[in-house]
């Protein structure tokens, strides 16, 4: 079974720039979590996807967004860019069931603002 | 959740088991201890997990002790590619609209040659 991926792996923007990243979820994982990964605040939970309705969200500003597709796809946008925005993105996926409820990482996308 | 309380690092020598500790002392009757590792830049990777009795599979195994209270990852035979971050979660299964997995500090497990 493939894993979860992400796209892009690395990415460049500068601030005032928005940007998108992509996750596909392990299949048949309905559920699709995003993380922020710094040196400083270490993985701080952005939000969570079930069947297309973010059911759970963490702390962060309404620059940060997401969204799940049909087929359990997810998109996470930040706008208006700022340095502090650098970091590592991780997505997880998991059945969003209860039913061998495991968060499945994906490999990140790593985005600098300059 | 419950908080954790980990070593910031250790070192292990290539071939020799590890043994991570993690102490959980509020641990709830319904949560369960879950390990995961990062490796440099990676996302992190599930290990196991369990409830109360101890667990074992292909890349670990999970020691928790009778009152619950703590726990230990043992690697039986660290190599170094072993070499990551380690993190003890303690969280119920699941959560519905609070589904996210709080992540610590964790170990910085170095493997040596």
């Known amino acids: 079974k493939a894993g979860v991926t992400q796209t892009p792996r690395y990415l460049i923007k500068t601030r005032g720039q928005q940007v998108t990243l992509s996750c596909s979820p392990i299949?048949?994982?309905?559920?699709v979590s995003w993380y922020q990964q710094t040196p400083g605040q270490g993985l701080q939970f952005l939000f969570e996807?079930?069947?297309?309705?973010?059911?759970n969200k963490g702390n962060f500003p309404g620059r940060f967004s997401g969204r799940q597709f049909s087929n359990s796809r997810s998109e996470m946008n930040v706008s208006t860019l700022e340095l502090g925005d650098s970091a590592l993105y991780l997505c997880?996926?998991?059945?969003?069931?209860?039913?061998?409820?495991?968060?499945?990482f994906g490999p990140g996308t790593r985005l600098l603002v300059l | 959740d419950a908080k954790t309380t980990q070593p910031p690092s250790m070192d292990c020598a290539e071939g020799r088991a590890a043994n991570l500790p993690c102490n959980h002392s509020?641990?709830?009757?319904?949560?369960?201890v879950y390990w995961y590792r990062q490796i440099h830049s990676q996302g992190p990777q599930y290990i196991i997990h369990?409830?109360?009795n101890n667990e074992t599979n292909e890349m670990a195994s999970l020691i928790i002790t009778e009152d619950r209270k703590s726990s230990t990852l043992i690697l039986p035979h660290a190599t170094l590619r072993d070499t990551a971050v380690y993190y003890c979660?303690?969280?119920?299964?699941?959560?519905?609209?609070?589904?996210?997995?709080?992540f610590g500090a964790g170990t910085r497990l170095t493997v040596k040659p």
């Open positions: 509020t641990i709830s009757g319904n949560e369960y």
């Open positions: 979660i303690v969280r119920v299964e699941f959560q519905g609209n609070n589904n996210d997995m709080r």
């Open positions: 997880a996926s998991s059945s969003g069931t209860g039913r061998r409820e495991t968060q499945y």
């Open positions: 299949s048949g994982h309905r559920s």
């Open positions: 996807y079930f069947s297309e309705t973010q059911r």
């Open positions: 369990g409830l109360k």
